[in-house]
């Protein structure tokens, strides 16, 4: 697995970046299969808005792309959510690809009892 973790007008420091991974890892132990992850962490200040941090992470597994981002004042809060959010997209992509052994149609049934 390919971590990449970036700022955009911050510094990403050792304990901000050790806070992202320990999330995220709570996000790669339902899927295992995780091949590339970029996150991207941001400080915008505007006017009217006041200070808002932003967390945007996409994560490439075989088969999709998923992305997720959240924004809050708090960029710790931010990761929070973004990890929260992408652990309900892998546990949910991971669910569609399980093979789920579907009851086959009425003459495949027929065609077994023989």
Do not use: W
């Amino acid at each position: 697995m390919n971590m990449t973790i970036s700022g955009h007008h911050l510094e990403v420091t050792p304990a901000l970046h050790n806070y992202v991974v320990n999330k995220l890892e709570r996000v790669m132990r339902h899927f295992d299969q995780v091949v590339d992850v970029r996150v991207l962490l941001s400080v915008e200040s505007s006017r009217e808005k006041g200070l808002r941090q932003t967390a945007e992470c996409s994560i490439h597994v075989p088969g999709s792309d998923l992305f997720a981002q959240s924004a809050k004042e708090d960029l710790y809060a931010a990761v929070d959510d973004l990890a929260d959010k992408l652990d309900r997209q892998v546990v949910k992509h991971k669910t569609k690809v399980q093979d789920h052994h579907h009851v086959g149609t009425k003459r495949d049934l027929q065609s077994l009892e023989m």
